[in-house]
């Protein structure tokens, strides 16, 4: 359960008699919006809420829906390789993995939403994220937003609202939730047993799922070995490419974003954000680095963010970037 989003989760289910039919739950990816749309789906649900609304874990409709076989729940979220056994009910052919929301999913709930639910009572669709639909799927959608049955609850989790068609948005009532504070977040990741909690929360945003998420991997302590390597100002880019030729673009091209805006932010106002374990080598990159310089750097580092999906040589790539990187972080020195 997100702790942190409590009162948020008391505040709606105080409504539940007047609660819209479609509920827009928006914020930063990694906060826990879709924990906090499930335990809404659920509390709406529940056969024996307890007093403050939420569900109560232990009737049927509770262990039905914890186990995912509730009756009254679909969720709708892109199919991914895991799932790629799933089959379109409407047409009995296999739905290939995508990351859309597509729309032979979309018609599969007509049935669902328009026949009486199995306890008679509510019915609970969850999106998630609602920026996956595909338009075709949004479109279909949209019929089914405008005029649905009574007790029939459509819960819509986005990371990028501003990616979702107006015509969907207009229809919902909108939910911001913020991430929560540095101490909480802190706090509950020490409780899930992560072991440096206050850089996987700084390399997160601030975000704790994705916190946890990056301490349970080798990304931490990779991102560690990569910047240490090119902290020293006699480090050979071509080797540092060659050593890392098989990391992900999308990886490496993210610790270079944060760790370059890290030297700028340093240089300019004192202060680290992405990687304070590596204070002291950011500090003394900082002091040999333009800030102008900097931020250039920075900005390049954002527009190849575009160019990581191409069909290009990884190798290559992380050369070329290391290359730029180098002559801003190791200038020459002017001659006597």
Known sequence: MTIWFKKELTAVLAQKAQLAHA???????????QSFGMELAQALLCESPVPD??????????????????????????????DSDAESEESGKKIKPSPWIVIEQVRELFDFIYVTSHRGGRKVILVSPAEALYPNAANALLKSLEEPPPLTHFILISHRPHRLPRTIISRCRQ???????????????????????????????????????????????????????????????????ETFRDLPLERFINWLQKWTYD?????????????????RELT??????????????HRKLVREQRNIHHPLNGRLFIESVLLAYATVVNPPRKAA
């Open 23 to 33: 509920l827009l739950i928006k914020g930063p990816r990694g906060i826990g919006k």
């Open 53 to 82: 609304g939420a569900g109560c874990g232990q009737c049927s409709a509770c262990n039905w829906f914890t186990s995912g076989a509730h009756p009254d729940f679909r969720m709708l979220a892109p199919i991914t390789e895991g």
């Open 175 to 241: 939910l911001s939730l913020q991430q929560p504070d540095r101490a909480t977040a802190l706090a509950w990741l020490r409780e899930q047993g992560v072991a440096d909690p206050e850089v996987a929360l700084a390399q997160s945003s601030g975000a704790p799922l994705l916190a946890l998420a990056a301490s349970e991997g080798d990304e931490l302590a990779g991102r560690r070995d990569f910047l240490s390597r090119i902290a020293p100002p006699d480090f050979d880019p071509l080797v540092i490419a």
């Open 263 to 279: 030297i700028a932010e340093q240089r300019m106002l004192g202060t680290i954000r992405f990687n304070p374990d590596l204070a």
């Open 284 to 297: 003394i990159i900082a002091k040999r680095v333009q800030p102008l310089e900097a931020l250039r750097l």
